[in-house]
């Protein structure tokens, strides 16, 4: 019997998911610091242009980072669906002892269940095996 321990990239790009929110809410943060920094400034002495430029900057790369993390999570998301095809077909047992035979792969954003034969489901995961 083969580990399942090498089809987790669904695992990770759910992490990545999670990542990706939480670093919105950052960046959502950032532009409101931002804007109410501009709005409550002294009239008598505003930012100094090169504060504007250092801060448009550092907008430019929080937006950029949120960009390349969405590839990124793509790029997991198209991994794992070229690891899970290949059980479709072969034998799996879970922790439980549920075995069976995969039909179909449902991948969802908290996980993979592989769809079996038999008319049950199985969490890929830690404690499934293949055959």
Excluded: C
């Excluded at 610091?33 to 505003?46: K, V």
């Excluded at 937006?63 to 990124?72: F, H, P, V």
């Amino acid at each position: 019997m083969t580990s399942v321990e090498g089809v987790s990239a669904t695992q990770g790009a759910a992490s990545t998911a999670s990542a990706q929110k939480q670093l919105t809410v950052d960046y959502d943060t950032f532009l409101h610091l931002m804007m109410a920094q501009m709005q409550n400034q002294d009239p008598t002495n505003p930012m100094d242009a090169s504060e504007q430029l250092a801060q448009l900057a550092s907008f430019s790369q929080v937006e950029q980072s949120i960009q390349t993390n969405a590839k990124l999570e793509t790029l997991l998301t198209n991994l794992s669906f070229g690891q899970v095809d290949d059980l479709i077909g072969r034998t799996v047992t879970d922790a439980n002892g549920t075995t069976g035979v995969v039909e179909k792969v449902e991948v969802y954003s908290d996980g993979t269940v592989l769809a079996l034969d038999n008319g049950q489901g199985v969490l890929l995961g830690p404690g499934v095996t293949i055959s």
